[in-house]
């Protein structure tokens, strides 16, 4: 075997026990070094400047750079929205970085490109679009889905504005609660941030379907139209899902580009318990839906999905004479619908993780999660001082702990590395947030987290009364 091989091997036998220590909770979530510290205990700048590694050294050095992840297998891993990794999209990493195969032109990756085309085929028969009449592609990542999806929008309503320049009188229609990545999307497509009109939300910052009429009114007084109305299944911060059903037949019967960001909560469509939080879904023009969320693939894999395929195509209008020539080309090309031109084989992670675990154990996994949350909301809300502000509709949890800095506590909660997880505002307020998406993350994971908080805070009016 060449150095090529028994490296691959090296780094997959440390990295297996990695996360096999991971996954029993052995070692800390997350430690974080000095950055200078840790620069020089990986001996950074001596690799950079003077190379050599080898399968040896490989083996020597990895474990010191693992120690300084964040360990997503961890029971107590309850952070953020990454997905933790299972098995085939890790393997497809490996796969990808030897054959490297950037497949959104089909004869630089023939595998990689049909692939893509069938998992995007799947998910938008999941999402409910016609098979035939609908239209996809994988980028990278949820904010750049989101700005693709908004730029089909834009070319709709303003086809001109890609030859001729933006027109100053567009808008687009969002709740407060939607990912940063829509008003920078806005930004960058030259509408400004100023032209997202906020559309009235309920207490818990839903969209108010009762309340569209008057959003949309706002942005006619300000002599506006509106490219589209953004709506979350479910919001970043809380998890709560907006009403789609009803404001899909909104802006059915005022003409109006509905685009739903179902980055977080798309997944659920492939659980029979919790699709119903979707309701609507297939109403929208255009969805994003993240598979390294839910679907246990590693970064990055997100799907655009369009109602009508022709829509994607519609927004770019550049070729690049390099890639393209008169020819008949055997296959399909994906260039013409992704900003980017050389993509990762996103679909192979995708097609790897439902190769190993099928829709159906994808599906229970998304179930379990949210279960689990419901079980942790029913436990942190029976505990004296903690205050949940809503039964949660996904794996995201929101509670506070008496009235006083969140921060503090959460500093606290979190020093000694065992319980990894942050906060969020909710209507001005802080809260603490749980994303419960480890499979191994159970009732001891919750046990720990409530034993955590009697340590942090002995008497729960040490942080001031509870807030009604
Ligand atoms: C609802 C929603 N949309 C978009 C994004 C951005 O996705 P990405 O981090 O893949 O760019 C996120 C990320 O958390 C999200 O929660």
New binding site residues.
């Given amino acids: 075997m060449d150095d090529y091989g028994i490296s691959a091997h090296a780094a997959v036998d440390v990295v297996a026990d990695h996360v096999a220590q991971a996954r029993d909770g052995r070692g800390p979530v997350t430690t974080q070094p000095d950055p200078d510290a840790l620069a020089t205990e990986l001996e950074l700048d001596r690799w950079i400047r003077h190379g050599g590694m080898d399968h040896a050294a490989l083996a020597r050095w990895l474990p010191g750079y693992l120690d300084a992840t964040v360990r997503l297998h961890h029971p107590g891993s309850l952070a953020h ?1 990454v997905a933790v990794p299972s098995t085939g999209p890790a393997v497809a990493d490996l796969i990808h970085g030897a054959t490297n195969n950037p497949m959104a032109k089909y004869e630089m990756g023939a595998a990689g490109a049909t692939i893509e085309r069938e998992v995007v085929r799947w998910m938008l028969e999941k999402v409910g679009f016609d098979r035939h009449a609908s239209g996809g592609v994988l980028t990278h ?4 889905a ?1 700005l693709t999806a908004l730029l089909a929008a834009r070319a709709r309503v303003a086809p001109e504005a890609w030859r001729e320049g933006v027109p100053g009188d567009l808008a687009l229609l969002a709740p407060p609660s939607v ?1 940063y ?1 829509v008003r920078r999307a806005a930004a960058i497509l030259g509408l400004g941030e100023d032209a997202v009109v906020e559309l009235d939300v309920d207490g818990h910052e839903r969209i108010r379907p009762d309340r569209l009429a008057a959003g949309l009114d706002r942005c006619a007084v300000a002599g506006r139209r509106p490219i589209a109305l953004v709506a ?1 299944a479910p ?2 911060s809380t998890g709560l899902h907006d009403d789609l059903n009803a404001i899909g037949l909104f802006c059915t019967d005022h003409g109006i580009w509905l685009h739903v ?1 179902a ?2 909560g798309g997944s659920a469509l492939l659980s029979e318990q919790y699709r119903h939080l979707l309701a609507g879904i297939e109403l929208a023009d255009s969805v ?1 839906w ?1 598979a ?2 839910m679907l246990r693939t590693s ?2 894999c ?1 799907a655009v999905l369009v109602r009508r395929g022709p829509d994607l195509p519609a927004a770019f209008q550049q070729r690049g004479d390099y890639v393209f020539d008169d020819r008949d080309p055997v296959g399909f090309d994906l260039l013409d619908r992704a900003l980017e031109t050389t993509k990762t084989t996103l679909g192979l992670k995708l097609f790897l993780s439902l190769a190993w675990a099928g829709e159906r154990g994808l599906g229970d996994y998304v179930g379990s999660r949210y279960d689990l949350a419901l079980r942790f909301h029913e436990v942190l809300s029976s505990e004296p001082g903690v205050s949940c502000p809503y039964v949660p509709e996904s794996n995201i949890v929101c509670f506070r702990v008496g009235n006083g800095d969140q921060l503090a506590l959460l500093d606290r909660l979190t020093a000694d590395g065992r319980l990894h997880f942050g906060s969020t505002t909710i209507d001005g307020d802080r809260y603490l947030r749980l994303v419960v998406t480890a499979p191994d993350t159970d009732e001891a994971t919750l046990a720990e987290l409530i034993r955590a908080i009697r340590d942090a805070v002995p008497r729960a009016t040490d942080l001031g009364p509870v807030r009604a």
Wanted: no cysteine; net charge negative; aromatic share 0%.
């Fill in positions: 929205q990542g949820g904010s750049l989101n990912h990545s979350v919001a970043t960001d980055a977080h994003v993240d390294h969320k970064g990055l997100a």
